[in-house]
Every structure is written in C-alpha cells, then in structure tokens.
C-alpha cells in the first residue's frame, strides 16, 4: 500500500503526525521545560524515526530531521518576507518538477567531464544527448572541446534549462539545448546517450533505450545503475561522490 504513495506524499504525511504529536505532548505535560528550537529537535528526531521505520530511501533522513529545526531557525534570524519568496521561487524553477521526475539536480564532476571526453570519436562526427542536461556545464565543455561532435540537452526545469540556453547561444555551435521531457525524445538519433538520473527511473530508462537506440550506439549512466542488467563496462572515478560510469553498448 505504502509503495504505491508517492514519496513526497509520505513524507508530508510523516511532518503533519509528528507534528501533531509534539503538539499534543506540549499541551498535555506543561511541566516539561524545553525551548522552541529543542522541541523543533525533537519533532525532527521523530520524524527522522517515523522515516526510518516506514523504509523511506535513506536520506530523507536528514531532509526529515532538519526540516522543522530549520524552520524555526529561519523564523528566529527574522529574514524578510521578499527573501523568503524568492528563495522559494528559486527552489520552484529548480526543484518543482523533482517531484514528478523523482530526480533532483546535481552536477557531473570534472572528473566525469574528462571520462566522457575521452570515450568520445576523436575524428569521425557523432551525436550525443545529456537527458536532463541541468545547466548544460557537461554539455558546453564537450562541445568545446570535440568539435566533430553534435550535442543536445534536453531539460525539464525552468531555471538550470534558462542558464543552460544561455550558455549555449554564447558558447560553441555544436551544442543546442531543448526545454522538454527527454521522455519524448526519439533516442534513435543518438551515437551516445548519457543519464545522470536517479535509482527510480533507470529500469523504464532502459527500456526505451533498448527499444529505440541504434546497435552500436552507447548508453553511459553516471553512478545509477539499470537493475537486472549488467554494464558492458564500468569506470571508476575519484571525485568528491566517488562516481562510477557505466557503460552499455547497445
Ligand atoms: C542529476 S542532474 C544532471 C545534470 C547534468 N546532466 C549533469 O550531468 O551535470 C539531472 C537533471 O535531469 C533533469 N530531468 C529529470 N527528469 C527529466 C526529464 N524527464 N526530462 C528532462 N529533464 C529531466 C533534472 O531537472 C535535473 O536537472
């Protein structure tokens, strides 16, 4: 039952009840003597346990324990009401689609960047798609640098997909950048296909990638792994989130 809610659903599930039980124990043992912030603590630790004991992935953990706590902070450093909004603001046009896709942004490291390149045809010209190519940073340092190559990212959050466009009119020609679900996306016209997703959508990811990428061609995922199928070949990075890249030729 609990595996067919979403996530955000449960979590948001988790805040309420605890916080109504931390309620419930303020007004029902007045002689207990803690201040706001050591309360907020204690609704955070609780709800880190509730998290915990419903087998939620493990770092809504310390999503779970801060959350309040933070709140509480936030509301004692008396920050403006316009600061607030456009933090959230911000967060929106970043993270708001997060909980459709179910993955959020990060960026691929140096290290990662210098991998791809290396794996990339020196000489003869190839295509290549970043699926969810944040603010395209990958993207317009490959095009830079292999200018036999066509690169294409395609992003579904707003403000990492307008800093990307950017980017890209600036930078070099061979780099174009679509605002969009790379869901939608035919994968047929692809040498290479790169993912840096998440654990969720990697089985329906290769489903696709299966179905529609051309023989030879090659799937590269960063750090996520397709279950039930093993990689061709693995390389392992050491970056600051110990990357692996995995690689699947198709
Ligand atoms: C982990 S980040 C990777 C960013 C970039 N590819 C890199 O390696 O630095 C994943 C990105 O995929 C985007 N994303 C997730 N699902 C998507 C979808 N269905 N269509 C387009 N973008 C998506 C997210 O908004 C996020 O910016």
């Known amino acids: ?46 709800a880190g346990l509730f998290s915990y004991a419903l087998r939620m992935p493990v770092w809504w953990m310390p999503i779970h324990l801060g959350f309040i706590p933070l709140v509480v902070v936030a509301l004692a450093l008396n920050i403006s009401s316009t600061a607030c909004l456009v933090l959230f603001l911000g967060l929106l046009l970043i993270y708001g689609k997060t909980y459709k896709t179910q993955v959020p942004l990060y960026l691929s490291s140096n290290r990662v960047t210098q991998a791809l390149q290396s794996l990339l045809p020196e000489n003869s010209r190839f295509s290549f798609v970043d699926l969810g190519s944040g603010c395209g ?22 403000l990492p997909f307008l800093i990307s466009k950017l980017r890209s009119l600036f930078g070099a020609k061979n780099c174009a950048i679509t605002w969009g679900d790379f869901w939608h996306q035919d994968f047929s016209q692809y040498d290479v296909v790169y993912a840096y997703l998440s654990p969720i959508p990697m089985a329906a990811l290769w489903e696709k990638a299966s179905k529609e990428m051309r023989p030879g061609s090659l799937l590269i995922s960063n750090t996520f792994v397709i279950p039930g199928v093993a990689a061709d070949k693995s390389i392992k990075l050491d970056d600051f989130s110990n990357s692996t890249l995995y690689l699947w030729k198709i």
């Open 1 to 46: 039952m609990l595996e067919r809610l979403h996530p955000g659903i449960i979590a948001l599930c988790i805040q309420i009840t605890t916080l109504l039980l931390i309620a419930s124990v303020i007004v029902s043992q007045p002689a207990i003597e803690l201040s706001l912030f050591e309360w907020s603590l204690l609704q955070g630790l609780t």
């Open 137 to 158: 940073g990958l993207l317009s340092h490959l095009a830079e640098k292999n200018r036999n190559g066509v690169f294409h990212g395609i992003e579904a959050a707003p």
